[in-house]
């Protein structure tokens, strides 16, 4: 009988034990949590760290949020930051609200994958309300949208993967083999693209927003016009007005609209100048599948053909 109770209380006990102990296996089943400010930067981390168990990998902004371009950070972004073990950021300007989230959070580490990267100027415009400037006034910006070359992906790739060897060496090993993986599709995927399009006689091209210039600069199209500088105001009359006789002015080049904006300038402009209508991805929205980048960048290469090939 002693010998029975004592089994009892042992059982109990372990009982009282058993869900103390689960409940701490299941929160620290993985140790650290990264950030990603946004959809590309997150597809390329999801690559890099592919089966590293001990890091959740998170997507700040909804994969539906597109370009960062006046995006506030939202109660539930300060949440998650305050978890964050590493933020890794686009950089060059896209995430406007870094100081904001740094006054709150002074202490987050931030891995910039725009470092070191050859950044091109940002066409711009101004609202100014003195008399110094008019609206037509241009500055120097970056822009921040240079993963649509994928030389310049493959820095960003780098850049990410250092910093997250250099944060959490325990993954190092796993963190650069999946790198030098990734790096390999990348650098295919750039030659193809590159052959794909090599044998195009036309190369001017007009787009929705500020987002391809890096890609131009890679393989050798004229951007000949940008229907929306600022891509989340409406176009005025007398701006279409004025990229209608741009256009024409450039014998019609394609326009292309992008899956996350309304198309409906485009079309506008269209019906004014005969010039077609296609759809180029910035590849800012989308699932998570890891080879959602190539897919993207492989279908924008064939769209290119479509549309500047038929006009030879
Ligand atoms: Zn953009």
């Known amino acids: 009988m002693k010998k029975l109770v004592s089994i009892l209380i042992a059982a109990t006990l372990l009982l009282c034990l058993m869900p103390l102990r689960f409940s701490g296996a299941v929160t620290d089943d993985k140790d650290h949590v990264v950030i990603a400010s946004f959809y590309p930067v997150f597809i390329f981390a999801e690559n890099i760290l592919s089966g590293v168990d001990g890091i959740t990998l998170k997507c700040l902004s909804a994969p539906s949020t597109g370009c960062l371009h006046d995006y506030q950070l939202l109660a539930g972004d300060m949440e998650n930051l305050s978890h964050a073990d590493a933020f890794l950021i686009c ?174 300038a485009a079309e506008v402009i269209s019906r004014e100048t005969g010039a077609p209508v296609f759809e180029l991805d910035p590849i800012v929205t989308g699932d998570y599948a890891p080879d959602a980048y190539e897919k993207g960048m492989r279908k924008n290469m064939l769209t290119l053909i479509e549309a500047l090939g038929e006009c030879e």
């Open 91 to 264: 950089g060059a300007g896209m995430e406007g609200y870094l100081d904001k989230a740094l006054e709150q959070f002074p202490d987050l580490y931030i891995i910039d994958s725009s470092a070191d990267i050859e950044l091109l100027a940002e066409k711009h415009e101004h609202h100014h309300h003195d008399d110094s400037h008019d609206e037509e006034d241009h500055d120097d910006e970056a822009n921040d949208h240079m993963w649509l070359d994928p030389l310049r992906t493959i820095q960003m790739v780098g850049n990410i993967a250092d910093g997250l060897v250099f944060r959490f060496p325990e993954y190092a090993e796993q963190i650069i083999k999946n790198t030098g993986f990734y790096i390999e599709k990348l650098t295919l995927l750039d030659a193809e693209i590159d052959a794909g399009l090599s044998s195009l006689i036309n190369r001017d091209i007009v787009t929705f927003h500020e987002a391809f210039p890096y890609f131009a600069d890679r393989y050798g199209f004229n951007i000949v016009a940008v229907m929306a500088l600022e891509p989340e105001e409406p176009l005025s009359p007398a701006a279409m007005i004025e990229l209608s006789d741009e256009v024409m002015s450039h014998g019609c080049p394609p326009l292309f609209t992008e899956p996350q904006y309304s198309s409906k």
